[in-house]
């Protein structure tokens, strides 16, 4: 287990906690991913939606518990309070390059 997270994912937790939207979503790709419990979104348009429904939309912060990676995959386990979900669970990232490409929340 590592806490020392790559770039993209360590400005994932900073953007939602600081609030700011157009950091936040230049962590991603163009055609990225996201995946919560179900709820599909792709590419930046669906990014947006979500992180205005679920995320920095309903004050969201981050706190990092653990972290994993194999190759340009990690779970990261983070406790989330917010508006909306409070709690602590894993989250599942793939990079491409300097970006997240896909995150699942199950």
Known sequence: MT????APIQEFIDATNAGDTPRFLDVFTDDAFLSDW???FTGIDGVGRWNQTDNIGMDSTFELV???SAGDDWTV???VTGNRFNGTGPLKFHLRGDKIARLVIE
């Open 3 to 6: 806490t020392e997270l790559p």
């Open 38 to 40: 179900g709820r599909e």
């Open 66 to 68: 653990a972290a994993e």
């Open 77 to 79: 386990t983070l406790t």
